[in-house]
């Protein structure tokens, strides 16, 4: 199948042999037999071993070499999961004599698979069996030489050579030989060290421990193992070594010796170090999206494993998240600290404070690599300082106090973009920065760097979400005369980001008023943007007066809308959610009408301190549709705390919603002194220090409008009855001591009752509410709604709605389930 290795071409045993080979090729017999057993190859050694000249041997059975049984000699079929098989086999010479010899035979994989079946009966090697085994490469030496003087010298010459540090010591551990490269590492001759102990020739806590480890050698007979760090004299750094202290034993097995062999792992070691800090560093930077934090980490994990002192300092123009301009900064180089650390406690090498912004002049490390835009390693020399002392005297100072000697500066650039500079600097390790180590350097900062940029982006997008959504929350919740409110907004400090949570006040007509709270699913500026436009929705559509269920279904149908529309824009599935909390109170009949979307159930404290969560139905969160909304109406005694909150404030990692709900009951049952105070009680109680998601609260508490500020007449539907109407708001008034608003709601009164009795159906109701403002509501049980028309010149009607338009501050119409209400609320002087 394939030539003898070393002899030329398969079958040629006249291999001439290089004058200048100091390999003697025939002085080994070898030969290939395939898998069927038949001889391929045949050496000049071993023709020189059995006589055979190579045709006599090719292509012939190489059973028919063999002289009989040979014990040694395994089953063929045992053969097939060996890879290598050696033994004595008796051999039949070509003269007829039979020797016996030790024989070395291999298989070799085949470099393909044979195309045909092998012969029946064949097996492997020398008899044949396994056609798919591969072919037998046999060896055996043609003679073995005895042990001789030039052995010995060898040996003596092998030991003196190792390429390890290697020292061979009698039973009473004194040094008897040691070879060039154990004199080269303890900078002594041999013969300065023999017979001395290891603890004499190295004054080392290791050389101790090593002579513990010998006697152990000794004693046992078992070969022993040490890791140890030295420093060696003459050596400039400490060096790691791998020592193995070995029993040398006699012909008869007695210990006579140790033999200890020590190899120096050092830079095995600082490349395991280093990767074992680049782990560290993928783990440890970056676990939050603060920047600070982040640039710390950096300088953390430097600390003290890669450098004695590190700073971290970026440039003001990222500040805000903005991005810096491009290219190298201009000099001089102004850079802000984030981050610092030492081996020493307190960092006493800093003298830039953690914020404080800085001049770093042009021969400055750090100005000079975001001048290169590359890493650098600098030497601190005495003339480099002496330069800096006259720009920067206290750095200067604190380099020489500490004695850098070597500073590594890496830019920080991600994306693109420089951010700013890491500097590692030197003064306790001895060892300078290598290329090595700017490479690790550079790897690690690389890594903070991406991590930093990261922080910049999110801050950015963070404070425009912030602004978007402060923009979008009320400002300042206007005074109410039917509840006193307090609120709280606090956004999510996670990465999640700002979420979509609102609330909202809503005064309406009769002195009535709205509480909303609501939760878009979701984080980011979209999230924002989408409470944005519910909360406009809500408020157009409580302008109409709609009671809650039905204003939660319209409300439902615009966020399947705005659902379509982000799935058709971002040509995905997924769509938008949110859930709702929308509540009327009528100060007049104390009565709350709720209903909710998918949103937590509504708290109320009551005058006796009780709370107890109101039991609205659970409608659907909206964006799912054809579902419906149910309201609930309660009565509310004068006094009663109504709390309504997003999921954020109750639901916690690690924590049940129904004991956050617990905990809101009772933190809601203790006394404080006022709604501003509950609420911070609210949020310090059930919100850990940094919450994972946006919080809403909002607060009221009900006020009554008792028969001192409403007064309600029944109104005949007469024409004629609209005189007597009149004047029972005028005496009203002069009992209010709003004698000056009396003529304007003549006229409001007139006009008013006039159209419910011409367009509208008994039964018909004024009632005068004195608020904040005079209000003057008009009911009737027709469902018609008046509308506001410019009047011709020559019209006889159509001008009495324009009129109380301009005299009322605003007017209106609401539905009821019996009819209607036009009402008019004048501003008072004085008033807010």
Known sequence: M????????????????????????????????????????????????????????????????????????????????????????RLLHRDGHHLTVNLLAHRRKPDRQPETEPEPGAGPGPGGEDAGAGEWILVSPLGRPASSA????????????????????????????????????????????????????VVDPEGDRTEQCMRQALETGEQQHLQQTLRMVGHDRESIWTTSLTPVRDAEGRVRGVLLSARDTTEEHVARGRLALLNDASVRIGSTLDLARTAQELADVAIPRFADFVTVDLLPAIEGGDDPPAGPPASPVMLRRVANQSVLEGCPEAVVEYGALAVYPDASPAAECLAADRPLIRKVTEPAIDKWASQVPDRADRVRRYGFHSVLAVPMRARGITLGVATFSRHRRPEPFEQDDLLLGEEITARAAVCIDNARRYTRERRTSLTLQSSLLPQRLPPQAAVDVASRYLPASTQAGVGGDWYDVIP?????????????????????????????????????????????????????HLSAEAERAADTAGGIGATCLYAVY?????????????????????????????????????????????????????????ALYTDGLVEARGRDIDEGLDALRATLARETSSLEDTCDTVLRTLLPERPADDVALLMARTRALDAAHVVTWDVPPDPASVAETRKNACRQ?????????????????????????????????????????????????SSSAPHLRRARTFDEGGRGLLLVAQLTQSWGTRHTYTGKTIWAEQELPGSP
């Open 508 to 560: 309406l007509s009769g002195a009535r008023v709205a509480l909303v709270v609501g939760d878009v699913v979701g984080h980011g500026i979209q999230a924002s943007a989408t409470m944005g436009r519910l909360r406009t929705a809500v408020r157009t559509l409580a302008d109409v007066d709609l009671p809650p269920d039905e204003l939660l279904t319209h409300l439902d149908d615009l966020v399947i």
């Open 2 to 89: 394939s030539a003898m290795t070393g002899s030329g071409a398969a079958g040629d045993d006249r291999v001439a042999r290089r004058s200048d080979d100091p390999v003697d090729e025939a002085a080994t017999a070898r030969a290939t037999v395939d898998t069927h057993g038949i001889v391929t190859a045949w050496s000049k050694g071993a023709r020189r071993l059995l006589g055979y000249r190579s045709e006599e041997v090719v292509g012939r059975p190489a059973a028919r070499l063999l002289a009989g049984e040979s014990p040694a000699t395994p089953e063929p079929r045992s053969l097939r999961t060996l890879r290598r098989w050696s033994g004595a086999v």
């Open 586 to 642: 009528d100060p007049v009949s104390r009565r709350c009408t709720l209903a909710r979307a998918g949103h937590p159930l509504p708290a109320l404290k009551t005058p006796d301190g009780t709370v107890e969560f109101l039991d609205v139905p659970a409608g659907p969160p909206l964006g799912l549709g054809g579902l419906p909304f149910e309201a609930t109406e309660v009565e509310l005694p004068e006094g009663s705390v109504l």
């Open 733 to 781: 008034l002069d009992l209010w001591g709003m004698e000056e608003a009396a003529f304007v709601t003549e006229l409001i009164v007139s006009e008013l009752v006039t159209n419910a009795i011409r367009y509208g159906g008994p039964p018909i109701q004024l009632r005068l509410i004195r608020d904040r403002n005079l209000i003057c509501e008009v009911s009737d049980a």
């Open 150 to 201: 030039q052995d010995d010298a060898l040996v003596t010459w092998a030991f003196a050579g190792s390429p390890s540090a290697t020292a061979l010591y009698d039973t009473g551990l004194r040094l008897r030989r040691a070879n060039a490269d154990m004199e080269r590492v303890i900078g002594l001759p041999e013969a300065a060290m023999q017979g001395l102990r290891v603890s004499e020739i």
